[in-house]
């Protein structure tokens, strides 16, 4: 992920603290060699003797960033920003940390000021949009992303991400559409993981598979490939083969949300409580509010006979998401279990309406297929 490293050259309005020039000059050159540690000694010097300097404390943001270790960043991103409030630069680099260490909310803060006040930094404007898509605010995060493929139609990188945004979305006419007019000569891995997307969106699994067996060949470190290859064996009937390459996955990165959320739900059908447990709890920790998660850990409580805690748990996902017809199934079963009828029935109500309405949407849409029934529909 790109970030703005300051260089010797400073701007207008900065301190010139002449003494801290060599120290600061010594650290540019460390860090651009990748000697990370020794370019945070020197830029640390070099701040003893002008505190105040904002490139200072902003390449030493980014090297704490590069060490990992996001929470020294992010407060040397964040002194330089009272020091010179509107800063795009640092505010940017701040933004890009935040969304590094998974605080989308904050990411997305920061990034739309950069935004706001540098509307043709597209960028910015990229990562604003990943920030959105990662709190779930898809159609923000869709409007961001065409706006930026209006202006640079050729940056492969936003392709991608507005084609995962639109299978994500179920507006899969608009992700097809993108797939045949510019991927139709990609043969990237990244080109194969984001048509891998389109199939499992289409429920076409074994081709998922296929395209993200490519994927993996042609770039074995590709990003979630083994996620969704695991996903998509999921959902094609494969539990073995699912769990292995879950797992596979979670040895490369032991905290992520996705492959502990699907593992945990691949036990929980299986009546592995505890084994489901594990995983979910690690998911939660990672996405503390995902109702994907809380909707699998209200089934957990209901298998271990705690209905209160699984009341509990629906609740939220409801309130997140109005239209999640199993939350609001399981939410009616339980309450019938506790014997609470007025409001089980309440909630079957709602069931019916989300029904009825799915019903009418599943009619539309056939009427629109059998009316463009054998038009041109070339493949990729």
Same mark, same amino acid.
């Given at each position: 992920m790109?970030?703005?490293?300051?260089?010797?050259?400073?701007?207008?309005?900065?301190?010139q603290?002449?003494?801290? +020039?060599?120290? %600061? &000059?010594r650290? /540019? +050159?460390?860090?651009?060699?990748g000697?990370?540690?020794?370019?945070?000694? &020197?830029?640390k010097?070099a701040?003893?003797?002008?505190?105040?300097?904002? @490139?200072?404390?902003?390449?030493?943001?980014?090297?704490?960033g590069?060490?990992g270790?996001?929470?020294? &960043?992010?407060?040397?991103?964040?002194k330089?920003?009272?020091i =010179?409030? *509107?800063q795009?630069?640092?505010?940017?680099n701040?933004? /890009?940390?935040?969304l590094?260490?998974?605080k989308?909310?904050?990411? +997305?803060? +920061?990034l739309?000021?950069?935004?706001s006040?540098?509307?043709s930094?597209?960028? &910015?404007?990229?990562?604003?949009a990943?920030?959105?898509?990662?709190?779930?605010?898809?159609? =923000?995060g869709?409007?961001?992303?065409?706006?930026? *493929?209006?202006?640079?139609?050729?940056?492969r990188?936003?392709v991608?991400?507005?084609i995962?945004?639109?299978v994500?979305?179920? !507006?899969?006419?608009?992700?097809?559409?993108?797939?045949?007019?510019?991927?139709?000569n990609?043969?990237?891995a990244?080109?194969?993981?984001?048509?891998?997307l389109?199939?499992v969106?289409?429920?076409?699994?074994?081709?998922?598979?296929?395209?993200?067996?490519?994927?993996r060949?042609?770039?074995?470190?590709?990003p979630?490939?083994?996620i969704?290859l695991g996903?998509?064996?999921?959902?094609s009937?494969?539990?073995?083969d699912?769990?292995g390459s879950?797992?596979?996955?979670?040895?490369? *990165?032991?905290?992520? %949300?996705?492959?502990?959320?699907?593992?945990?739900?691949i036990?929980? @059908?299986?009546?592995?409580?505890?084994?489901?447990?594990? %995983?979910?709890?690690?998911?939660?920790?990672?996405?503390? @509010?995902?109702s994907?998660?809380?909707?699998?850990?209200?089934?957990l409580?209901?298998?271990?006979?705690?209905?209160?805690?699984?009341v @509990?748990?629906?609740?939220?996902?409801?309130a997140?998401?109005?239209? %999640?017809?199993?939350a609001?199934v399981?939410?009616?079963?339980?309450?019938?279990?506790?014997?609470?009828?007025a =409001?089980?029935?309440?909630e079957?109500?709602?069931?019916d309406?989300?029904n009825?309405?799915? !019903? /009418?949407?599943?009619?539309?849409?056939?009427?629109?297929?059998?009316?463009?029934?054998?038009?041109?529909?070339p493949?990729?």
């Amino acid at each position: 992920m790109l970030i703005l490293l300051w260089s010797v050259e400073l701007s207008g309005g900065q301190s010139q603290a002449k003494t801290a +020039e060599s120290d %600061f &000059a010594r650290g /540019v +050159e460390l860090q651009q060699k990748g000697e990370l540690l020794e370019a945070e000694e &020197a830029y640390k010097a070099a701040l003893q003797k002008a505190p105040q300097r904002v @490139d200072i404390l902003s390449n030493l943001g980014l090297v704490y960033g590069q060490l990992g270790d996001y929470n020294l &960043a992010i407060q040397c991103f964040q002194k330089a920003l009272k020091i =010179e409030p *509107h800063q795009q630069r640092v505010r940017f680099n701040l933004g /890009v940390t935040y969304l590094q260490s998974r605080k989308f909310s904050s990411a +997305e803060k +920061e990034l739309a000021q950069v935004v706001s006040n540098q509307p043709s930094n597209y960028l &910015a404007r990229h990562l604003l949009a990943l920030s959105l898509l990662k709190l779930g605010r898809i159609q =923000e995060g869709i409007s961001q992303l065409e706006t930026v *493929h209006q202006a640079d139609s050729g940056n492969r990188d936003v392709v991608y991400t507005l084609i995962s945004a639109y299978v994500k979305s179920k !507006q899969l006419d608009k992700a097809k559409g993108l797939i045949e007019t510019a991927l139709r000569n990609d043969g990237s891995a990244q080109a194969c993981f984001i048509k891998g997307l389109y199939y499992v969106a289409t429920e076409k699994f074994l081709l998922a598979i296929g395209e993200f067996q490519r994927a993996r060949k042609l770039d074995p470190l590709l990003p979630e490939v083994l996620i969704q290859l695991g996903n998509a064996y999921l959902l094609s009937g494969d539990r073995k083969d699912a769990i292995g390459s879950l797992q596979a996955a979670l040895q490369r *990165h032991p905290l992520d %949300f996705e492959a502990n959320e699907l593992l945990g739900g691949i036990y929980l @059908d299986a009546g592995q409580l505890e084994e489901a447990a594990a %995983f979910l709890v690690k998911a939660q920790q990672a996405m503390p @509010d995902d109702s994907g998660v809380l909707f699998q850990l209200a089934r957990l409580a209901r298998a271990r006979n705690q209905p209160e805690q699984a009341v @509990d748990l629906l609740k939220r996902v409801v309130a997140a998401r109005p239209d %999640f017809t199993p939350a609001h199934v399981l939410l009616a079963q339980i309450y019938f279990r506790l014997k609470r009828p007025a =409001e089980g029935k309440q909630e079957m109500a709602i069931v019916d309406r989300l029904n009825l309405q799915e !019903q /009418v949407e599943r009619t539309h849409k056939t009427v629109i297929n059998e009316r463009y029934a054998g038009k041109p529909n070339p493949a990729f």
